[in-house]
């Protein structure tokens, strides 16, 4: 019993007590005098205080039964995803098993049928977990809100937990999985540097508008060290930055002026365009990607002239060089 408890973090299911001799009066005696508490008709958690996370986790896989794994945003979190911490314990078991969820006011428990529920397993963890790469495509997947599905893609990356590669194997793994095509395409974004999701809204602002592609997170080396350019377009001398609030701060902001003289001394021109006006006001910022383009040289396509033009007379904004 100790050994158990300790492996579990002091949560078992009634037929493990059952296996070692701890019958149903045990159990409802312990619970009535508030040593033991049971959560729901499965789990019994051996003290009556507050549950840790890695508690509600355990909750969540004996609840759900043999050849369960963690899953979704739990498997992320235990991966160590951060910033996307959810409520709801998510767990995995085969398929054609029927569970039910668990609603407690102490846990919530979601149990996702899968035809590989113990495939792709994080080696070595307890409890039972997939993999962060499956855990985060899965995760992504099931966002309702696309932008959801985008920001968590490129926070796994960002924070520097898994490759595009890694999230890439996942998905062609994966041919009927929803959102494949932003999924695929979030991917490839994050893969050429757009990391925070400003910029995964700005990459598709300009891929819908029929701009050029730019060089992301363009590594520069200067005497006073190394720079990353959020969007390069290398081939007319333009670097586009998008800021987020970070970058009103003092500090932030006197960083990027020495950064900004830096390459306008180079022939280079700046635009910075606000992480508020790609979300926010996303023809906004094209046009000024455009204007800065044509005024070095480019020159758009009919149709992409045109849709510039329409851009401007919606935005009453007045188009130079177009």
């Not at 037929?15 to 959560?39: D, N, P």
């Not at 997947?141 to 926070?155: F, H, I, K, P, Q």
């Not at 999924?183 to 700005?202: F, K, M, N």
């Not at 800065?292 to 002239?305: E, K, T």
Request: proline content about 5%; glycine content about 6%; hydrophobic content about 45%.
């Amino acid at each position: 019993m100790h050994s158990l408890a300790l492996e579990q973090d002091l949560v078992v299911s009634r037929a493990q007590l059952r296996a070692i001799g701890f019958g149903y009066k045990v159990v409802r005696a312990r619970t009535a005098q508030g040593v033991w508490r049971e959560l729901g008709p499965r789990i019994v958690v051996l003290h009556s205080g507050e549950l840790t996370r890695r508690q509600r986790a355990w909750v969540g896989l004996l609840h759900a039964g043999p050849d369960a794994a963690l899953a979704l945003a739990t498997a992320a979190e235990a991966g160590g995803l951060r910033g996307y911490l959810e409520w709801t314990v998510h767990v995995a078991v085969p398929h054609g098993r029927e569970v039910a969820a668990l609603d407690h006011p102490m846990v919530s428990v979601r149990v996702h049928q899968t035809r590989h529920a113990s495939s792709e397993l994080a080696p070595g963890r307890t409890p039972a977990s997939h993999n962060l790469p499956r855990a985060v495509v899965e995760m992504a997947s099931a966002a309702r809100a696309d932008s959801r599905t985008r920001a968590v893609l490129a926070a796994a990356v960002q924070q520097r937990l898994l490759r595009p590669t890694d999230l890439s194997r996942v998905v062609e793994a994966a041919p009927t999985l929803p959102k494949r095509l932003l999924i695929r395409e979030t991917i490839g974004d994050v893969a050429g540097g757009a990391h925070s999701l400003p910029e995964l809204d700005y990459a598709r602002a300009l891929r819908r508008a029929g701009l050029p592609e730019p060089t992301r997170q363009r590594k520069v080396r200067r005497p006073n060290g190394v720079w990353y350019l959020d969007n390069d377009f290398d081939d007319w001398l333009v670097t586009v930055e998008v800021n987020g609030m970070q970058h009103h701060d003092l500090l932030a902001s006197e960083a990027d002026d020495v950064r900004r003289g830096g390459l306008q001394r180079r022939g280079r021109l700046v635009v910075d365009i606000s992480s508020y006006a790609v979300r926010h006001r996303e023809r906004i910022a094209v046009l000024r990607t455009a204007e800065a383009l044509m005024s070095r040289g480019w020159v758009p396509p009919r149709a992409v002239q045109a849709r510039l033009l329409r851009y401007a007379e919606q935005e009453d904004w007045p188009l130079e060089a177009a």
